[in-house]
């Protein structure tokens, strides 16, 4: 009988490596050998195959998988790449099994933000197409106006990404801060949603992904309860049918 085979990206993500989306990183950069040759893309690969990155064997075992929310402190970077960021989440958490955020929290930002060694939930919940909530509590540098809250609701125009962000909800909090739920998650959203309203971000904190909501102190870390992931692996199962069932339309 054959040995299954695997696409090497998916290896590394079922390993507890990284998500499938770093793994493409890392085998173009040449950083991943298998049985001592560095792989092409797409390359499949055996259980009894060797596969090692940066000289490190990666063997896919079949442990636990860790769930961890982070109330990540401004000036932390949401990169593995522990070689090139000294301020890196990873070494700032410093968990004793690798893991890695799923998505980014930019380096002027705070708030919660999700980490695993669950390649699979990685790329569910990064799929643009699930439509996942995530919450902000953002403050600006001078008093909001009902014409901002009807605008940045109704979807702001992204001149360098040639885009329109989604409708989203947003509620004013104060002279100076609004609560934003977004459904898509574009580079430097919110900033650059203000900024085109000529508002410039004075803080910016996330308080909540899907159902997971931040309640930790700032630069700690919890484990995700039970009831938290059995809710959060409803929400992907559901999305994801939803998004097969819209394809299937189309």
Excluded: W
């Amino acid at each position: 009988m054959s040995e299954q085979l695997k696409r090497i990206n998916k290896y590394l993500s079922e390993a507890g490596y990284c998500s499938r989306r770093e793994a493409d990183k890392l085998i173009d950069a040449k950083r991943v050998t298998i049985n001592g040759v560095v792989p092409e893309m797409g390359t499949k690969v055996a259980i009894s195959d060797e596969v090692h990155v940066d000289g490190k064997l990666i063997k896919n075992t079949k442990e636990a998988f860790v769930y961890l929310a982070f109330n990540k402190p401004i000036g932390i970077v949401c990169t593995t790449d522990t070689r090139v960021e000294k301020d890196n989440i990873i070494d700032f958490i410093n968990y004793p099994k690798r893991i890695f955020p799923i998505g980014r929290l930019d380096k002027p930002s705070e708030g919660l933000i999700l980490l695993t060694d669950d390649g699979d939930i990685v790329n569910k919940i990064l799929r643009a197409s699930n439509n996942h909530e995530k919450e902000y509590i953002v403050t600006v540098d001078k008093p909001i106006s009902q014409t901002f809250i009807t605008r940045m609701s109704g979807g702001i125009y992204i001149d360098d990404l040639k885009k329109t962000t989604k409708k989203c909800e947003v509620e004013k909090l104060s002279k100076f801060s609004f609560r934003i739920v977004l459904t898509q998650g574009l580079n430097r959203q919110i900033r650059r949603m203000c900024d085109y309203l000529n508002y410039e971000v004075q803080t910016l904190k996330r308080v909540r992904i899907m159902n997971i909501a931040l309640d930790t102190p700032v630069g700690e870390y919890r484990e995700l309860t039970q009831d938290e992931f059995k809710e959060l692996s409803a929400l992907l199962e559901n999305s994801q049918k939803n998004y097969q069932a819209k394809s299937t339309r189309t």
